[in-house]
């Protein structure tokens, strides 16, 4: 399904990829949705939803070959499915699901569930497009309405976070680690404290030294700490990048951890806690996985899982965003889906997560504070 967030997504790969020098590019749009029944409040919000996410295209993607790909009453996994998409037979509807959305806790029971020791890390993570500057943005003002003092952050270089929120709250404090600014003060840092004593060539050679790209790693690995670290006495909701840099950060926190082991083992001190030792503990810091409640979402959502548990980071919650099941649909095409949608909350409950919370598809996008208010909860 299209949205504007997706192309967001899109515009700035293709930028990226231009600065590579691949520029022989062409632009697939999967999802376009069509309606049949007009009186289907959620089939023809996503028909008007996707025809203005493309009249507002990036101008990155705005000249490229385009090609259109409908919405299809099934997920495009397996031959079968995929050869459908060039004129095959569709493949025969699938054993229905016997999940009930009615049964998946929303929200707002999750954030309750937050707040309760008071303060901690929450790191909300998940692949890109499903949904976590939302959700994160939602978590934050639900911690805020119940009393807490809270610091909100992202690690995503989109940084969706304020366009989000749309506005200022009470009590909630919001920034990004923007791994350039902070490649920039660390070296500020190291210039002013081990540079101040050299000469003019071994401050040149400090220079040259400081322009590698360990720099950048350094100097993310130390910001992220220090948001960890504030979680001692607040709640700290982080938003972490769906790629490689979550990934660079935990690997930070690993070398961090096991350097400090290693060096402490010989000194004879013990009781030392490093920022992966948070990450670990279930007291300090709660992980919550979103993911769409489609097949190729809740597969990479598992393998995120997988990669956190050999780091001995323990998801507490899934997050299933956007379920039409949730929605009220009854459009043929958004009916047809449901049953797959059933499947995949079989799926993560029978297994994947430890505990299951569900958000519906809204007819208007949760953008601003009061529509963040309405997705947490509202409570006050």
């Not at 028909?47 to 203005?52: N, T």
């Not at 070296?187 to 322009?211: F, V």
């Amino acid at each position: 399904m299209i949205d504007d967030e997706t192309l967001v997504e899109a515009a700035r790969a293709a930028v990226e990829l231009r600065a590579l020098g691949l520029t022989a590019q062409r632009l697939v749009v999967n999802g376009l949705t069509t309606v049949s029944l007009p009186d289907d409040a959620v089939a023809v919000a996503l028909v008007a939803e996707g025809r203005a996410a493309l009249d507002a295209m990036p101008a990155a993607l705005a000249g490229l070959p385009c090609d259109f790909i409908p919405l299809r009453p099934f997920d495009t996994v397996g031959l079968v499915a995929l050869r459908a998409l060039f004129g095959g037979a569709a493949p025969a509807p699938l054993a229905p699901g016997v999940g009930e959305a009615a049964a998946i806790p929303g929200l707002d029971v999750l954030i309750a569930s937050l707040a309760e020791p008071g303060r901690g890390l929450i790191l909300v993570m998940g692949k890109g497009g499903v949904g976590k500057t939302t959700l994160a943005a939602a978590i934050a003002l639900g911690l805020v309405r119940r009393g807490h003092k809270v610091h909100l952050s992202t690690t995503d270089p989109a940084a969706h976070l304020t366009a989000a929120l749309d506005g200022e709250v009470a009590g909630l404090t919001v920034d990004r680690i923007d791994p350039k600014v902070e490649t920039a003060r660390y070296i500020e840092r190291a210039l002013a404290t081990r540079g101040r004593d050299l000469d003019a060539a071994d401050r040149a050679l400090l220079w040259e030294d400081l322009q590698s790209t360990c720099t950048e790693e350094v100097a993310v690995f130390h910001a992220f700490s220090r948001v960890v670290g504030k979680a001692r006495s607040a709640f700290v909701v982080l938003e972490t990048a769906p790629t490689g840099h979550s990934l660079l950060l935990m690997d930070a926190t690993g070398a961090y951890h096991r350097q400090m082991l290693n060096t402490l083992q010989h000194s004879g001190i013990s009781g030392v806690t490093t920022p992966l030792i948070r990450l670990q503990d279930p007291n300090y810091t709660r992980v919550i996985l979103v993911t769409l409640p489609e097949a190729t979402p809740v597969s990479q959502a598992a393998a995120l899982q997988e990669d956190l548990r050999r780091a001995h980071i323990e998801p507490v919650a899934w997050v299933l965003n956007k379920s039409l099941v949730a929605s009220g649909a009854h459009d043929p095409l958004l009916a047809a889906r449901l049953d797959g949608e059933l499947r995949q909350m079989d799926r993560i409950s029978e297994g994947l997560a430890r505990r299951l919370f569900r958000v519906p598809w809204l007819v208007e996008p949760p953008v601003g504070v009061a529509a963040l208010d309405r997705l947490g909860g509202g409570v006050r």
